[in-house]
């Protein structure tokens, strides 16, 4: 079944009132404890949000100026730092706000400066998939404030997910992933790094 919403805030309705928001920092969490509007103190809790994942092989991107990939080719180091997000339960459907944040660093080929630069990230939940609603890719655009700082965060505007659910019933174990959006070539360094660390 396909997602209902799956975008940016700025690109969707008005945004609504969520409860609990709280930054992650790190590669897996849930997000924190979901809040429905006008939920009394003595009303039965709502069940856990979805899980949000922070997909390892995906977390870090490094562009590079040019075929050279040495570290004098690097422009930018960029990585997945955290996000924050909740949840709100309605009688058929959840809805998950997660706002991603990013670091970035300049590289020696990073442009001279305070030139803009680009990556894309992704959103998906794998129990959608091969349904492409299951994927999202978001472009994001950053520039430094000054040509010295050599490290900033980035951080999107919220996204929205609103996920139909039958009545009662718990999204807890639905896992959310974020990663960022690869050529083949930089998730084969992703995983070969990730190998010799491991070594």
Do not use: H
């Amino acid at each position: 079944m396909p997602f209902s919403v799956i975008a940016r805030a700025a690109d969707s309705a008005p945004a609504r009132r969520f409860g609990r928001l709280a930054l992650v920092l790190g590669g897996v969490a849930a997000l924190g404890a979901c809040s429905s509007l006008g939920l009394d103190l003595d009303d039965e809790p709502p069940p856990p949000c979805p899980t949000v994942r922070i997909d390892r092989d995906t977390a870090q991107l490094v562009q590079y100026a040019g075929q050279g990939r040495d570290i004098t080719d690097m422009t930018y180091a960029i990585e997945i730092q955290g996000y924050g997000g909740a949840c709100e339960y309605e009688d058929d459907e959840v809805i998950v706000q997660i706002v991603p944040q990013f670091l970035v660093e300049r590289g020696p080929a990073a442009p001279e400066g305070t030139a803009p630069g680009t990556f894309s990230y992704f959103v998906a939940i794998p129990s959608y998939y091969p349904n492409p609603a299951g994927k999202q890719v978001f472009p994001l655009r950053f520039a430094f404030a000054d040509p010295v700082t050599p490290v900033m965060a980035v951080r999107d505007d919220p996204i929205t997910l609103t996920l139909p659910r039958d009545p009662g019933e718990s999204l807890a174990d639905e896992d959310i992933y974020i990663g960022l959006q690869l050529t083949p070539e930089q998730l084969q360094r992703n995983r070969e790094r990730a190998a010799a660390g491991a070594r």
